[in-house]
Nanobody, 119 residues
Framework: QVDLVESGGGLVQPGQSLRLSCAAS??????????MSWYRQVSGKQRELVAT???????IYADSVKGRFLISRDNAKNTITLQMNSLKPEDTAVYYC???????????WGQGTQVTVSS
């Protein structure tokens, strides 16, 4: 079993920044070879893929966040982060981390971290 804990969310104004963290713990075999992703979900809508980082640390971004968000990983700590800059109201959502969509099945979802962008 793997536990995912997301943190770093909060309430910010448009244009500001937040840094999200995700820590994975438990029965993880070679975290460094696993592509990981950040997702987000607005209540009543489907979960959306935001960013992926491959095993060689290549980032892939959704068009909606490209140029504003940066995904990174620390394999020694089994963590990934999401630096979110120039935040917009439409970035408001609960953010989750998990294995990338290319890896199935996903781990159990964590509680997520709420990001609210509002003036």
């Amino acid at each position: 079993q793997v536990d995912l804990v997301e943190s770093g969310g909060g309430l910010v104004q448009p244009g500001q920044s937040l840094r999200l963290s995700c820590a994975a713990s438990g029965s993880i075999f070679r975290f460094r070879i696993l592509p990981m992703s950040w997702y987000r979900q607005v209540s009543g809508k489907q979960r959306e893929l935001v960013a992926t980082i491959t095993s060689d640390s290549t980032p892939i971004y959704a068009d909606s966040v490209k140029g504003r968000f940066l995904i990174s990983r620390d394999n020694a700590k089994n963590t990934i982060t999401l630096q979110m800059n120039s935040l917009k109201p439409e970035d408001t959502a609960v953010y989750y981390c998990n294995l990338a969509p290319s890896v199935a099945p996903s781990w159990a979802w964590g509680q997520g971290t709420q990001v609210t962008v509002s003036s």
